[in-house]
């Protein structure tokens, strides 16, 4: 399995400021995801960061909202930019394909544990 | 558009008994579908998966059915324990591009 570490675990943010939130990884990974999950709501999918290039964002999010870098197949960062209150919510990231695992039926995606944003 | 969702928002059990979540999903082109657990304060953790090709699926104390004529999924969890508490939430792999759907997630509660 993987051990995925974020940080802020959690912040409290003024509207209008923005906030990077960072992923590590503690293997190399093939993909790396960002999700966000709202008060009392599922996960939902932002974008899948790709490395040494754009992000592929998911209907709904932007790139100049929520830009992504993924410098190497470890880390990844994502960026909630000119904060509302509505952004307040839990974002995490999540990897599938670690280096150096078997392929095999199943499919584990691992998710990190998570930072809580609260916008004010 | 397509989206996974729950029967029950939570689901209280005595401890020891055995536990059934439910979940439905619309997509009926989905291949893959996964059974998280998140704990208060942590991120999901993968319990169990299933491929469309398979009714059911074992695990330690757990359980998973997949009934596709009605597009449904369950989890069973046998011999409910204390630290079985948390919310579980049912994903599909609707595209086989590993971008998951979520359902919102049922909260389990054990009473003693």
């Known amino acids: 399995s993987a051990v995925i570490s974020q940080k802020p675990s959690r912040d409290i943010c003024q509207r209008g400021t923005s906030l990077t939130i960072q992923c590590q990884v503690d293997s190399q990974v093939t993909m790396m995801f960002w999700y966000r999950q709202q008060p009392g709501q599922s996960l939902t999918l932002i974008a899948t960061?790709?490395?040494?290039?754009?992000?592929?964002?998911e209907s709904g999010f932007v790139i100049d909202k929520f830009p992504i870098s993924r410098p190497n197949l470890t880390f990844s960062t994502l960026t909630v930019s000119n904060m509302s209150p509505e952004d307040s919510s839990i974002y995490l990231c999540?990897?599938?394909?670690?280096?150096?695992?078997?392929?095999?039926?199943?499919?584990?995606?691992?998710f990190g544990p998570g930072t809580r944003l609260t916008v004010t | 558009g397509e989206s996974v969702g729950l029967h029950l928002p939570t689901l209280s059990v005595q401890e020891g008994d055995n536990s059934i979540i439910n979940c439905a999903y619309s997509?009926?082109?989905?291949?893959?579908f996964i059974w998280y657990k998140q704990e208060s304060g942590k991120g999901p953790q993968f319990i169990i998966d299933?491929?469309?090709?398979?009714d059911k699926r074992q695990g330690q104390r757990v359980t998973v059915l997949l009934n596709k004529t009605v597009k449904h999924l369950s989890l069973q969890i046998a011999a409910t324990q204390p630290g079985d508490s948390a919310v579980y939430l049912c994903a599909e792999d609707g595209f086989g591009n590993e971008k998951l759907t979520f359902g919102t997630g049922t909260r389990l509660t054990i009473i003693p």
């Open positions: 960061a790709n490395q040494g290039s754009e992000a592929t964002y």
């Open positions: 999540s990897v599938t394909g670690l280096a150096g695992e078997l392929p095999s039926s199943s499919y584990e995606q691992y």
């Open positions: 299933i491929r469309s090709n398979m």
């Open positions: 997509n009926s082109a989905s291949d893959y």
